[in-house]
């Protein structure tokens, strides 16, 4: 049974009025928002680590420079989603604490190494591909602050997303067939975990059905990761490349593309810490961190030297 409050509350979502920071909500959505939304801004963050190895080995300088905003547009996406989440209540601090503890969660996908420079197209293409389908309807989550946040990153993303394409359309065009090969050698090692990235099979998704009546997902895992497979099939044939999928294949009655198992097994090894690169980017976030440390510090004696002199 609702209360009076938990009714207003649900009457709001279903009238599609966004919930604010000082609204009352129920615990579990409020708990809920903060586990989805500190994962979010956890692999935006992470997330800059598999790019960043390729900064200083880009081909060209406008390369690099285009490289270098990508990935500082991620670092202003994990601080919108942090400040989003602050206003949850959470505490920022303890909430990297537990990312960097081993006990918050952040995106399969940034635990597979970026092993040439067509890596750096293919992450930009279906990576930042991917993180577009599943961000565009999170414009219209029922939280505000999550919501407003999400429309200034759906259109860094897609930014993101043409220069990877950019990226491989150009090595497929005008690149020597040792760098086609390349090509074809990221697609095929990024495909899969880029179709893991929409989270686990509708029916072994703990948490979609009560984020659905709250709206916060409008749109489950795997109708999301149909959507990605049928937008991006047609980009890859313009490529001229394959995706490692012999089941991939258009159904003409259903007019969506069919598409193969996904490994599960590798995917739940994966988020449970035991990925190809997980070891080394916590590694890498802790030292940042650590290292990190002497700004901080420096960081609050000059508000506090600041706030005397008001004083
Ligand atoms: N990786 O019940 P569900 C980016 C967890 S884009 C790791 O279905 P939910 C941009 C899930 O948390 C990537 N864990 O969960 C960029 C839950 O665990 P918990 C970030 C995953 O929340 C591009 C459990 O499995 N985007 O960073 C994954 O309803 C390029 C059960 O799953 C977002 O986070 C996974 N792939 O749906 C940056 C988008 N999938 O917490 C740099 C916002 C599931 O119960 C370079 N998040 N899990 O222990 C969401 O839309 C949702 O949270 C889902 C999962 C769809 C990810």
Redesign the pocket.
């Known amino acids: 049974e609702m209360g009076p409050e938990e009714r207003a509350f649900q009457e709001r979502i279903d009238a599609e009025i966004k919930i604010e920071a000082k609204n009352w909500m129920p615990d579990s959505y409020r708990k ?1 928002l903060i ?3 500190s ?2 801004a956890h ?2 963050i992470v ?2 680590l ?2 960043g190895n390729w900064v200083t080995r880009a081909p060209t300088l406008k390369r690099k420079l285009q490289l270098m905003a ?1 990935i500082q547009d ?1 670092a202003g ?1 994990g601080l919108y989603l942090y400040s989003a989440m602050e206003t949850l209540g959470a505490d920022r601090d303890e909430e990297i604490d537990k990312l960097h503890t081993g006990r918050a ?6 635990n597979y190494p970026t092993l040439n420079w067509a890596d750096m197209g293919a ?2 293409w279906l ?2 591909g ?2 577009i389908v ?2 565009v309807p ?1 414009q219209r989550t029922s939280y505000g602050p999550y919501a407003r946040a999400m429309i200034r990153v759906c259109k860094e ?1 897609s930014f ?1 997303q043409r220069q990877g394409y950019e990226i491989l359309l150009h090595m497929m065009r005008h690149g020597t067939e040792a760098q086609q090969e390349m090509v074809q050698d990221a697609i095929n090692r990024l495909w899969w975990p880029a179709l ?5 099979s509708d029916e ?5 059905a009560q ?1 659905m009546a709250w709206k916060i ?1 409008r749109h489950t ?1 795997d109708e ?1 990761r149909q959507r990605f497979i049928d937008q991006t099939i047609p980009q890859l044939e313009v490529l001229g490349c394959t995706v490692p999928d012999p089941d991939l294949k258009w159904n003409e009655e259903t007019g969506h593309y069919d598409f193969g198992e996904i490994q599960w097994d590798e ?1 739940n090894r ?2 449970q810490g035991h990925g190809p690169c997980n070891t080394e980017r916590l590694n890498a976030r802790r030292n940042a961190h650590e290292n990190g440390a002497w700004v901080r510090a420096a960081a609050v004696a000059h508000a506090e030297k600041k706030q005397k002199a008001v004083a």
Not at 105 to 110: D, E, G, P
């Open positions: 809920t586990r989805q939304i994962q979010h692999s935006e997330g800059m598999p790019e990508k991620e996406h969660k952040y995106s399969s996908i940034f992450v930009g990576v930042d991917a993180a599943n961000q999170l993303e993101h893991m990235m929409f989270g686990p072994h998704s703990p948490n979609s984020s997902k895992n999301l995917f994966v988020i």
